[in-house]
């Protein structure tokens, strides 16, 4: 069987440079930084409290990514098209999940740890930064509001398909691991009222709703909701209970009850659409 000659090598995709230049872009600001005309690497440095010189290497690799143009005769540098995925102004903006002071771009960092959680079962973020990823949350406020940030802009823009697309009804009991603002289980309920169950979220004071929550007296009421921060992984799972999460990362040791639950619940398909669960 011939090779496909325009397939990309192995090498080219395992290249690590371009994802963390354009990372470092976003956590710089670099795009929202640049004059429309464009600026100079002289230019934006200051503002981006760096070194001139190492940021018009980063800037040149950049150019070859595609998100920056290069004049050569003014020596200013200007967002692309594409490259205005990493303004804040963007209609669908990327910078926030690629800064690395987020939660997000912070946790993907950890994925040159994978070699070590592959091996010895552990999370990367544990070894990485020396502590898990809900603790650090906790105990870093900044941290904790990305956080919530990034899970409530994505959810909000696959909540329709999830609450359509599957049949939440079958369920008495739902538990939203890691539930962020509350908002994906607050749309569940809506829906199918006769649901109920905990948005278990670490770090979260259980006293108090997500705020996403459209009723505060949901704790009382007919779904007997709850907010808990004991445990990301509340009871055993049973038939009639369904886990939901928007993201599953290796980040702690879930028990061995709950590693085959959410074969019940609905899953991203390879190629990003929305499947089913199997019964």
């Given at each position: 069987m011939a090779q496909d000659e325009h397939r990309t090598s192995v090498v080219e995709s395992a290249d690590l440079?371009?994802?963390?230049?354009?990372?470092?872009?976003?956590?710089?600001?670099?795009?929202?930084l640049a004059k429309d005309d464009g600026s100079t690497a002289a230019e934006l440095a200051p503002q981006a409290g760096v070194?001139?010189?190492?940021?018009?290497?980063?800037?040149?690799?950049?150019?070859?990514?595609?998100?920056?143009?290069?004049?050569?005769?003014?020596?200013?540098?200007?967002?692309t098209e594409w490259g205005r995925q990493l303004r804040a102004d963007d209609p669908h903006p990327m910078r926030f999940s690629l800064d690395l002071h987020n939660t997000v771009g912070r946790a993907q960092l950890a994925a040159v740890e994978?070699?070590?959680?592959?091996?010895?079962?552990?999370?990367?973020?544990?070894?990485?930064?020396?502590?898990?990823?809900y603790t650090d949350l906790a105990e870093n406020p900044a941290l904790r509001a990305s956080f919530d940030a990034s899970?409530?802009?994505?959810?909000?823009?696959?909540?329709?398909?999830?609450?359509?697309?599957?049949?939440?009804?079958?369920?008495?009991?739902?538990?939203?691991?890691?539930?962020?603002?509350?908002?994906?289980?607050?749309s569940v309920l809506q829906a199918h009222p006769t649901c109920g169950g905990p948005s278990s979220n670490e770090a979260r004071p259980s006293e108090r709703p997500p705020r996403a929550w459209p009723h505060p007296d949901w704790a009382n009421g007919p779904t007997s909701?709850?907010?808990?921060?004991?445990?990301?992984?509340?009871?055993?799972?049973?038939?009639?209970?369904?886990?939901?999460?928007?993201?599953?990362?290796?980040?702690t040791r879930s028990p061995p009850s709950w590693r085959t639950a959410p074969s019940r619940c609905p899953r991203r398909g390879p190629v990003g659409r929305r499947d089913h669960a199997r019964r």
């Open positions: 440079f371009a994802p963390m230049a354009l990372r470092v872009a976003a956590t710089l600001r670099l795009a929202d070194d001139a010189v190492s940021l018009g290497r980063l800037l040149d690799h950049l150019v070859t990514l595609g998100a920056f143009d290069h004049d050569e005769e003014s020596g200013r540098y200007a967002v994978l070699l070590h959680t592959v091996t010895a079962d552990e999370a990367g973020y544990t070894r990485m930064y020396g502590r898990e990823f899970m409530e802009q994505r959810i909000r823009g696959e909540v329709a398909e999830l609450v359509k697309g599957f049949d939440w009804s079958r369920f008495r009991r739902l538990v939203d691991l890691g539930g962020g603002d509350g908002y994906l289980l607050a909701c709850r907010a808990t921060s004991s445990t990301r992984f509340p009871g055993e799972p049973t038939s009639s209970s369904c886990p939901t999460s928007c993201t599953i990362g290796r980040t």
